[in-house]
């Protein structure tokens, strides 16, 4: 019960590359073998360990790709975390409703850090960088997914990366609270 939920939401502004947590999300695309964004910062500072985990999955469990909305963890190899869950969130679209999909990130993102054990999780802002979604629009989504979410983990962040985003996120906890 979301009552009972003894989870730790923080917002703040950075560089998720750079968090120290159990587990980091990764904003990744269905191919999971790079991009750019946030993808290409944690592959570039995570190393060639990460890649050759997510090439693995693609040979055996995701040979069509990860679908949208849903998560796999991988080492997070030199990064200062445990583990990278890559999910891939919906590009956006006004002529159809894909909010359910980038919901699904956050909640199967928390189910798959709540299987490792994870006891602390960083998100990105999923799908508002080249999926372009609306901002104010995303940090509602992520925030009514995190606070009704079965499955979850003690220490929750996320870390944004300019302060449009930050403030975004801010105002859309308070409302969500
Ligand atoms: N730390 C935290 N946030 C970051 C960082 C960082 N180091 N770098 C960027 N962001 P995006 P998407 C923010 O484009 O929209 C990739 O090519 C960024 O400012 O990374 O889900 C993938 O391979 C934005 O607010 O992810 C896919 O093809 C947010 O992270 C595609 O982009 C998400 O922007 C996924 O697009």
Redesign the pocket.
Known sequence: MATDNPTQITLLR????EEHVDAVVN???S?LL?????????HRRGGPAILEECRELRGSHYANGLPAGQAVATTAGDLPARWVIHT??P?YSAAQDRSGLLASCFTESLRVAQELGADSVAF??????????P?DDAARIAARSVRTAQRTVPDIRF????DQ?LSAFEAAFEREA
């Open positions: 950075g560089d998720i590359t904003a990744a695309n191919s790079g991009g750019g964004g946030v993808d290409g910062a944690i891939v969130g590009v990105p802002a999923i799908s508002t960088g080249v999926y372009s979604w901002v870390v944004l990366f300019d985003a």
